[in-house]
């Protein structure tokens, strides 16, 4: 089993800038890649960005290129995203959730999440 814990998150203006980070107990082949979900009030929990933790390839969704970097420090276990730019329609619970492959984000795949993090609120004030 593999925990995920998350830090960072709040709340912040439109523009500003916040990082989230995402420490697994353990990297394990369930933790091929890491990333973020996140889901606004009404809405699906939508894939966001994703990491090959052994490296090899990035995912970001459309809506947050530009704007959000992931990045992480294998020496920790950990991954993070920078983000930058924010807007009102980023606000939303975001989730850390390991996965086998960067599909699970790009499709916003709930089932091949194996494991999710407990989730941290960003609050985007107009």
């Known amino acids: 089993q593999v925990q995920l814990v998350e830090s960072g998150g709040g709340s912040v203006q439109a523009g500003g800038a916040l990082r989230l980070s995402c420490a697994a107990s353990?990297?394990?082949?369930?933790?091929?890649?890491m990333g973020w979900f996140r889901q606004a009030p009404g809405k699906e929990r939508e894939g966001v960005a994703g990491i090959y933790t052994a490296g090899g390839g990035i995912y970001y969704a459309d809506s947050v290129k530009g704007r959000f970097t992931i990045s992480q420090d294998n020496a920790k276990n950990t991954v993070y995203l920078q983000m930058n730019s924010l807007k009102p329609e980023d606000t939303a619970m975001y989730f850390c959730?390991?996965?086998?492959?960067?599909?699970?984000?790009?499709?916003?795949?709930?089932?091949?999440?194996?494991?999710w993090g407990q989730g941290t609120q960003v609050t985007v004030s107009s």
């Open positions: 353990k990297y394990t082949y369930m933790t091929t890649c």
């Open positions: 959730a390991a996965a086998y492959n960067l599909g699970t984000y790009s499709t916003s795949s709930l089932p091949g999440v194996n494991y």
